[in-house]
């Protein structure tokens, strides 16, 4: 049963200190993308990345946050420093690459910044 | 401004019923997905209606687009306690892989 993972599922960091969330796309699949979901704020697209390359990251806040895919397997997404107004849930979800195509979204990483 | 917003924002309804919820948008579409999301989870596909479709169904699940009026409907028949989740429209637009979501609704069903 393929499915998106996401690591850790809980954070809990203290301000200015740096975090990274990880992610394992579904195998296969060629785009990945990075939301972040707040209350206030609904899920909002930070990054995408298509065979690896950075496509869009207009919605990542450039100064603290970074977006890589280092290889096919692994996704990762960087606070430094992190600030409590980015205490979210952090998802990650894959595609085929088809565009527009369904999306598969990993379980999330709940970030809270004290 | 979101480029999907349902409509209602929360709905609670009997178990057994039927439940409607409504999705607009702004600009052309090449398709319209509809998600789930259980409390603490991740979003789950469930539907997907391409620009030149009018309706589709997948089990309980109905979907109507009308791109006149940029709008879609999603209609879950003979609802359970577990359809309980918010559900969120979501469009694509033409020539790239971005998908743009909306404010969800959040259903409740009363057993």
């Known amino acids: 049963d393929a499915r998106v993972t996401q690591t850790p599922r809980h954070k809990v960091t203290e301000m200015g200190q740096e975090v990274t969330m990880r992610c394992q796309p579904i195998l296969g699949h060629n785009t990945v993308f990075w939301y972040r979901q707040t209350m206030m704020q609904g899920l909002e697209l930070l990054a995408y990345f298509r065979n690896r390359a950075p496509l869009d990251d207009s919605g990542m806040p450039k100064d603290r946050f970074s977006a890589e895919m280092p290889d096919a397997t692994l996704a990762t997404l960087k606070i430094q420093p992190s600030e409590p107004r980015d205490s979210a849930v952090y998802f990650c979800?894959?595609?085929?690459?088809?565009?527009?195509?369904?999306?598969?979204f990993g379980p999330g990483t709940r970030l809270t910044v004290t | 401004s979101q480029q999907g917003e349902e409509d209602p924002q929360a709905l609670s309804i009997q178990e057994g019923e039927n439940a409607t919820m409504n999705c607009s948008y702004k600009t052309s579409i090449n398709n319209l997905q509809w998600y789930r999301q259980n409390s603490g989870r991740g979003l789950v596909h469930l539907i997907l209606?391409?620009?030149?479709?009018r309706e589709k169904h997948s089990g309980r699940l109905r979907v109507t687009l009308d791109t006149s009026k940029k709008s879609s409907s999603l209609l879950i028949t003979a609802s359970r306690a577990a359809d309980t989740a918010s559900y969120f429209c979501?469009?694509?637009?033409?020539?790239?892989?971005?998908?743009?979501f909306g404010t969800g609704t959040r259903l409740t069903i009363i057993p």
């Open positions: 979501a469009t694509a637009n033409f020539g790239n892989e971005k998908l743009t």
């Open positions: 209606i391409r620009s030149n479709e």
């Open positions: 979800a894959s595609g085929s690459g088809y565009r527009g195509d369904e999306q598969y």
